[in-house]
Structures are given as structure tokens and as C-alpha cells.
């Protein structure tokens, strides 16, 4: 039975579709004219139907944004008059028996990945657009994905990324789609190009990013202290950055303080991100794929503090081979690995489907220093005047970097990152007076020690509709432990006899240690809006602490002073909860226009207090003339975490410490507008800012915390800080140009930044400490042969602002047996400049390539010509009293320093 009714269906069916089929063709091949000048296309449609007899279904808006049009159809086939009618809407005619349906267009996602086809790295900030249909185009994220809304039908992408080919892709789109572009690195483009990426990518999509994003091969065409490629350093170049001398004392970013910064490492926070007190940072550039520097307008995904934000991405190692580098310096020598973590998923490259190719990866890096021969040569040269100076100065580093990824399907992506690093110090120090009772002599023992430990563990995943999330558990933690001991004993002339005068001890600590998670979540519901959302929760731990022991008071002794340190290094930490939200959005809200806005919400739990932070943030951009963009923005940020110390130089030993009822969140807004301009091999940007600060911390101790490694008592730190207002005001100037194999940048930043405190300078406001009202930057490189290029940096600044005594008199007690006392008397706070800081770098690099090996030789000078630039200055109490002149002694930091480096790759 059932296969008689199955035979009778196939044989109906057979007998009607060429019936169906014939009267869908006979109806399509219908002749029809119609004439009409400067009409509506739905009423021309509407026309035919009636005058023709033809069953015909639409929705009349399908036509509503159609221009009207003048036609003259003569006996021409009915369908080919629909779809020239139907070519100015999102519509598709389709053809039944007796019966013409205009349907709209569904509209669906086409996203996808951009990738390096020969390291499997994600290409970030690659242009993607659309050949086909209306053009649209966007950029990847830093995980190289991207995500277009389009029609359906067939559409043709092309991606286009500085330094690689162009690679098409044609697909067909009947749902949501997702693609993998791979493009070929291109050897015979020209190796200059504009240094800033953001320029590169605004070529395309119009627009110039508020983030400046730098990749490590612009970094390494910079002259750099000791030939290290440096993020740091590289950034301190940037306009409206400002460091202390030769980098000491962190980045202070359009007159914020070094730890309003916000540095991430693949996602995690980072709270001492230098070694070597600012001179060169933690981040290995082996291990490097890009670093993006927002100065204070940062989008609201970015949270937590309130001057900047620099993001550093790692590279994921290359899938498909095994390959490294090994690299030794002057100061320091690194080694980087690299490869697949599964041989069968290195077979090939994938290139039509990532199937089971390519699906793994490792990166290992490690970086040792040997700096002690040079600070023996320098302390020995300078005869105390260089800063690190002392009898047996001994200090390394090292870093070690990590990170796996493993890709379960097409849409998923696993991370585990891994960094460890840190500082060692020690000094010896023998001082010797003579005076009337005798020769007195110090021993100090001076060490410290501190360093990073971070580990991330991502998944990122991209759904069907486009929407592309990512979820991070991070842990973070900075720790830094010094000690101090002094024996101090006197020789009587007239005894002949030594006697102890001062023995005691300091000991010193303070961590900070975050567990955190977080989630972010992108999309595009259109093409013209871009949409950011997610959330962080952040476990915070502080432990400061500091003790000191004196061994001449009765039951104390050095067996004792170990005990405490241990009970130091055990006390009771303090735990806070960190709560964050934001929303960010971009849209094209007009011709030519980009509309960036956000609202970022945290708050701050600590010892059952709530302290809550809102934080808008607004940018409009408008294309002008050819190749120019306009913009300008408000911004409001703010943070819980600060960090308080006597220099504000950054150094390690100052303290990171929690907002309480007493030291309540710093605050920050900003308003700022520029132009830009990028005509082709130019790239010119002219931007001006306003800021402004409040409840900015300063910490009230002593002046010798640099001296004795920061062995200064952190107990009571709340009784001890005081809060105060600043602001900062400047404008920047960048240019960027390139001439055949020439490159120049030129950068020029006039600002002022100042602080006011109640309770410092009688309420009057001073000069920020890295205030400098000139900063002025001039790089050129020359490519002379396919093997050899020469570089050239110039640098000035005016000099820092700092504080020194103007009169100094002598005090006599009414005691008859007390010594007269030495009493300066200080002026105003920051009232006198150190001279201006100028310096050149030059350095030549060689580099040959052979069938399996590449190498590189870097060789230069850091300071070229020499220039004694001070780093910091003070009185000489011994100056005479009958003149009343007051000696005034500085201390250098880098004189001429050679620049030797050998880089094998493989």
C-alpha cells in the first residue's frame, strides 16, 4: 500500500513541476513596457501589476529610501524589468506558479579571524571590508576577530594589513558565517612605514583611534638604552608623556602620577611594571605583539585608574613550526622558544580550514641581567657621583614569560599566560668622620628585593550571531621586602679605644595581591554601531609593614630582629572587594561622523564601607577635507588603589595602599580636542587637553627613605598622607613622515602640571614634581642597504622642578657642652629646575638572513655626546659659614653609554 502511494506522489509530482516550471518561465518572460519620468519606483511596480494582470506581492516600504527615476521599458521581459526596478532596495524577486513575491533581504553575520599565514599570530588592527554591496569595513580587536552585518547572497572581503598582502574571500551567505582570512607577510614591500598603526587603520575606515598602538617592529627601529626594545621606553617618546631622567620615576601621563597608570599584560594589571628603578620595564620584547596607549581617553571598558591606560599583548607562539631567538647585550641576555604543542597539529597550515592544523601553540621567554661590572665602572669613574654608588653595589634582574593556547573548536580559544620576574639589590656603604672626639665610623648593609607574579587564564569564544565574548580569571601580585642594618662606632683619640655607638636594624615590606575575574562581551547589532559590555570582580589583599630594632637597648639582638621579620612578613593583611561595570558604544550616527560614548560604574568595599565611582565618558569624531578627522571628548575616571611615597619616582618600596574614610578615591576628568591629518605617507595629529585632579595623595615622612632602601615605617600610614588638588593643561604636536627609505618623527609638547595641598607649601600651589613645560623629540632612520639601516634620536625636556634651600644658618643651644646645629630654611616647593635634559642616541643595525638563521647586529651610543644630565641635586651642609654660600652637588644617572647587541632567530 504504502509504495503504491509513493509511486502515485513521484508520478503527479513529475507530471506538475514541468507544468509549474513552465508557467514560472512563460510568466517571467512576459513583455510589458511602461514609460515615466521622475517616479516613484513602487508606483511604476504598482502600474505593471494592474495594467498586466499579474498577481504581485511586496510591502511598498521595501521602496521607500529609492530615488525616484525615469524609464522608457519597451516589450521587455517582465523580468528583467523587476530587477532593474528592485536593484535600488534590499529586496529579491522570486517566481512562483502564477504569482511575483518581493521579499526583503534577510540580513545576517559575517565574522571571522585575520591571522598571519606564516606564525599563526592574530593580526591586530587589520583592515576588513567589503568589495561588494555598500563597503562597509571595520578593524579586528586585539584577538585579530572581526564581525560585519551583511545581506544575503554572495559577498567578496578583503583584508588589508601593513606589511602583508591583501587576501580576498568570496562567500556565500545564506546565515551566519564565520571565515578565517590568512595573509601572506610581503617581502618586497618597503620596510618603513608610518610608525603609528592607528594612522595605518584610519586609512581605511576613516576614522583615527583616541589609542595610539605600536607593534614591536617599529619599537625596534628606536635607539634604546642598551639596544633592549623597551615598550616603556618607546612610549615615553609619545607627546604628552613624561618620565624623570633617562626614564627613572615611571610615566606621568598628561600630569598624572605614576600610579594612575593602568598597564595590563594580556589582561592582568600590572603594578610595578619596570626594573631597575624605571630604566628599562618587565615586559620582554621577544614576547611582544603589540602595546596600545590611551592618555586619558580611554574607552569605559578600561576602569581603575585615572591617567592612562598601556595594553600589552603577548604573541600566542606559532602554530605550525618550532623557531626562537636568542639575544645577548651589554647588560642583559634573553632566549625565546616558540611552536606547536602537538607535532600533528603542525603538519600544515591550514590554509582552506583550521580543522585539526594549527590548533596549538607555546611561547617561553626569559631574560637574565648582568649588570654589575658596569655599576663597579660607573661608581668607580664618577667617585660617588653616580647615582647607584657604594662600596660593593650589587643588582640584577630576570624575567620569565610563558603562554599556551589551545583552540577546541573554530569558535573557542583557550589562553594560560604566565609571568615571573624581579629585582635583587645590595649595598655596602663604609662612611668616616673625624671631629674633635674622635674618627666616627657607619657600616651600612643595605638589600631589597621585589617583583611581579601574574598568571591569566582566558577563554575566548565567538557565537553564531557574531557576538564575540571573553572571560579571564588573572591573579596579580606585587611584593617588595628591604632591610637596613647600621653599625656605627667611634675611635677616641685621646683612649685609643672603639666604641659602639648606634647598632640597629630596619626591616621593610609591603604586597599588594588581586584575584580577579572578568567578562567582555562584543557585537555589532548593525554596522554602523559597535557595542562593548561586561563586568570585573577584583579580591584585593594589602599587607604593608615595617619594623625597626635597636640592638643597644636593653633584650634586643639580632636573633630578635629575625623573629620579627618573620612576624612581619606574617601579620595581618587588609582584604577589599572591587565591583565594576561598564557599556561602551560606537556609532555612525552620521555621514562621515563616529559617535564613541560609555559609562563606567564600580565601587569599593573595605572594612564594611562602600565607596562608589561614576565614570562618563564621550567622544565625537568627524571626517574633514580629504584625508583629515576631527575630534574631541570628555572623560571621567577614577581609582581605589594608591600608591604614596616620599620622591614620587615610582620606586618600588612605596606603597600601595586601599581608599578608606580617610583616603578617599582619586579622581580625574578631562576634556580635550585635536585634528588629524593623514595624506599618503604622511601622518600629522595636533591635540589639546585640560585636566583636572582631585583628591590626589601625597605621603608626609621622611627625606631619607631613598637612602636607606625605603626602610620607612608604614605603620599608621593613614595619619601620615594628605590630600590635594591639581591640574594640567597642554597641547601636542606629532609628524610622521616617509620618503622612499627615510623616516622621520617629529614630536613637540607644551603643558604645565600642578599641585596644591592644604597643608604643604602655606595652601599655595607649586609645580608638579615631572612638570616640564617643553618636551621635544626628533627620530630619523635611514635604510642605506637591504642589510643595513642607521637610526638617530634627539631628546629634550625642560629640566624637573625641585626643592632646595635658600638660606642656611647655624644654631647655638643654651647648653654649654651641645654642638651648634646646621638649619636650613627651604623656599617654596619645586621653586627651582634642574638644567634642561637633552641627549642623542644613534645606533646602526645589521641584519642577514640564511636558509634557517637570521641574524642581527645592533650596535650605537645612548647619550651620545655625553651630556652630564643631573638626576637629582642637593646642598653640602659643610659649605662655610662665613660666606654664606651654600654648595650645591648633583648626581648623574647614564652618561655615554655603549649600545652592543646579537640577535639570532630561527
Not at 246 to 251: I, R, S, T
Not at 295 to 320: C, E, H, M, Q, T
Request: proline letters at 4%; glycine letters at 8%; a positive charge.
Amino acid at each position: 500500500m504504502f509504495l503504491r502511494i509513493l509511486s502515485c506522489w513521484a508520478i503527479g509530482w513529475m507530471l506538475f513541476m514541468p507544468a509549474a516550471m513552465h508557467a514560472q518561465t512563460v510568466l517571467q518572460q512576459r513583455l510589458v513596457s511602461a514609460r515615466c519620468q521622475q517616479c516613484e519606483v513602487k508606483s511604476i511596480i504598482q502600474d505593471i501589476a494592474v495594467r498586466y494582470d499579474i498577481n504581485l506581492s511586496y510591502h511598498p516600504n521595501f521602496f521607500a529610501e529609492c530615488p525616484r527615476v525615469t524609464v522608457n521599458f519597451k516589450d521587455e521581459p517582465l523580468k528583467q524589468v523587476l530587477e532593474q526596478l528592485a536593484a535600488c532596495a534590499r529586496v529579491r524577486v522570486e517566481w512562483a506558479e502564477n504569482q511575483v513575491i518581493i521579499r526583503a533581504l534577510r540580513q545576517y553575520t559575517l565574522s571571522g579571524r585575520v591571522l598571519d599565514a606564516e606564525t599563526g599570530e592574530w593580526l591586530i588592527g587589520a583592515t576588513v571590508k567589503l568589495s561588494t554591496g555598500s563597503g562597509e569595513s571595520t578593524v579586528t580587536n586585539e584577538y585579530g576577530f572581526f564581525s560585519l552585518r551583511v545581506y544575503e547572497g554572495r559577498h567578496r572581503l578583503v583584508a588589508y594589513y601593513v606589511g602583508h598582502r591583501p587576501q580576498s574571500l568570496t562567500a556565500e551567505v545564506q546565515g551566519d558565517l564565520f571565515v578565517v582570512l590568512r595573509l601572506e607577510p610581503d617581502a618586497t614591500l618597503p620596510e618603513v612605514t608610518i610608525q603609528n598603526m592607528a594612522a595605518a587603520a584610519a586609512g581605511s575606515t576613516g576614522h583615527l583611534s583616541s589609542g595610539a598602538r605600536f607593534s614591536t617592529t617599529e619599537m625596534r627601529r628606536t635607539p634604546m638604552l642598551s639596544g633592549e626594545t623597551d615598550p616603556m621606553r618607546y612610549v615615553a617618546l609619545q607627546p604628552g608623556v613624561l618620565t624623570g631622567v633617562d626614564g627613572l620615576g615611571g610615566l606621568h601621563v598628561r600630569g598624572g602620577n605614576a600610579d594612575q597608570n593602568l598597564f595590563l599584560l594580556d589582561d592582568v594589571p600590572v603594578y610595578n611594571p619596570s626594573h631597575a628603578l624605571g630604566l628599562l620595564s618587565i615586559f620582554p620584547s621577544a614576547s611582544i605583539n603589540h602595546a596600545q596607549l590611551w592618555k586619558g581617553d580611554f574607552p569605559a571598558r578600561y576602569g581603575g585608574r585615572a591617567a592612562s591606560v598601556l595594553d600589552i599583548r603577548l604573541r600566542d607562539g606559532n602554530p605550525y613550526a618550532f623557531g626562537g631567538e636568542v639575544s645577548a647585550g651589554l647588560f642583559a641576555g634573553s632566549v625565546m622558544v616558540e611552536g606547536p604543542l602537538s607535532r600533528k597539529f603542525a603538519r600544515d597550515k591550514g590554509r582552506q580550514g583550521e580543522g585539526e592544523k594549527g590548533k596549538s601553540s607555546f611561547l617561553i621567554s626569559a631574560r637574565h641581567t648582568y649588570l654589575n661590572p658596569w655599576l663597579n665602572l660607573l661608581n668607580s669613574r664618577y667617585q660617588g657621583a653616580f647615582f647607584l654608588s657604594g662600596d660593593n653595589v650589587q643588582y640584577r634582574f630576570y624575567d620569565m614569560t610563558m603562554k599556551a593556547n589551545f583552540k577546541p573548536s573554530e569558535r573557542d580559544h583557550l589562553y594560560l599566560s604566565l609571568y615571573l620576574g624581579g629585582d635583587l639589590f645590595k649595598n655596602q656603604l663604609n662612611q668616616t668622620f673625624s671631629s674633635s672626639a674622635g674618627l666616627l665610623n657607619d657600616r651600612y648593609a643595605l638589600g631589597a628585593e621585589w617583583g611581579n607574579n601574574i598568571a591569566a587564564l582566558r577563554w575566548n569564544r565567538t557565537f553564531k550571531s557574531g557576538v564575540f565574548v571573553k572571560n579571564i580569571l588573572r591573579y596579580s601580585r606585587f611584593y617588595y621586602q628591604s632591610q637596613q642594618d647600621l653599625l656605627s662606632e667611634i675611635f677616641s683619640f685621646t683612649t685609643g679605644k672603639r666604641k659602639l655607638v648606634a647598632n640597629y636594624a630596619q626591616r621593610y615590606q609591603t604586597l599588594i595581591e588581586d584575584v580577579s575575574a572578568q567578562t567582555d562581551w562584543e557585537f555589532r547589532p548593525f554596522n554602523e554601531l559597535e557595542i562593548h559590555a561586561g563586568g570585573t570582580y577584583a579580591f584585593h589583599t594589602f599587607k604593608p609593614g615595617a619594623l625597626s630594632v635597636n640592638f643597644l637597648l636593653p633584650g634586643q639582638s639580632p636573633l630578635l630582629a629575625d623573629s620579627l621579620t618573620k612576624a612581619l612578613f606574617n601579620r595581618e593583611r587588609v582584604p577589599a572587594d572591587e565591583f565594576s561595570l561598564y557599556a561602551d558604544a560606537a556609532w555612525a550616527v552620521w555621514k562621515g561622523g563616529r559617535l564613541e560614548a560609555g559609562l563606567h560604574i564600580s565601587s569599593f568595599e573595605i572594612r564594611n564601607r562602600t565607596f562608589r565611582l561614576l565614570q562618563p565618558r564621550l567622544r565625537l569624531s568627524q571626517r574633514v577635507l580629504a584625508h583629515g578627522q576631527a575630534w574631541a571628548g570628555y572623560h571621567r575616571m577614577g581609582q581605589f588603589l594608591h600608591q604614596v611615597g616620599t620622591f614620587n619616582l615610582n620606586f618600588p618600596f612605596e606603597l600601595w595602599v586601599p581608599t578608606t574614610p580617610r583616603a578617599l578615591p582619586e579622581e580625574a576628568w578631562q576634556v580635550s580636542a585635536g585634528i588629524g591629518w593623514t595624506p599618503p605617507g604622511w601622518a600629522l595629529r595636533v591635540e589639546g587637553y585640560y585636566k583636572y585632579l582631585s583628591r590626589v595623595l601625597a605621603f608626609v615622612s621622611s627625606t631619607t627613605a631613598l637612602l636607606n632602601a625605603g626602610a620607612e615605617d608604614a605603620s599608621g600610614w593613614e595619619d601620615r598622607i594628605i590630600a590635594g588638588v591639581g591640574w594640567a593643561k597642554g597641547l601636542e604636536l606629532t609628524a610622521e613622515g616617509n620618503f622612499a627609505h627615510t623616516n622621520l618623527s617629529l614630536s613637540y609638547t607644551l603643558s604645565q602640571s600642578t599641585r596644591q595641598f592644604p597643608d604643604l607649601n602655606g595652601g599655595l600651589a607649586f609645580p608638579f614634581r615631572f612638570d616640564r613645560p617643553h618636551v621635544f623629540n626628533v627620530s630619523v632612520r635611514q635604510r642605506l642597504t637591504s642589510w643595513l639601516d642607521i637610526s638617530a634620536l634627539w631628546v629634550y625636556a625642560s629640566g624637573n622642578p625641585i626643592t632646595l634651600a635658600g638660606v642656611k644658618f647655624r644654631h647655638q643651644t643654651h647648653e654649654e657642652m651641645a654642638s651648634p646645629r646646621e638649619v636650613f630654611v627651604y623656599g617654596s616647593i619645586n621653586s627651582f629646575r634642574l638644567p634642561s635634559y637633552h641627549r642623542l642616541d644613534i645606533s646602526c643595525r645589521f641584519h642577514f638572513e640564511g636558509r634557517k638563521f637570521q641574524h642581527e647586529i645592533l650596535a650605537g651610543a645612548y647619550n651620545a655626546y655625553n651630556r652630564a644630565n643631573p638626576f637629582f641635586m642637593y646642598l653640602d651642609g659643610s659649605a662655610s659659614p662665613e660666606t654664606g654660600r651654600l654648595t650645591a652637588t648633583q648626581y648623574i644617572l647614564l652618561p655615554l653609554m655603549p649600545e652592543l647587541r646579537y640577535t639570532l632567530r630561527f
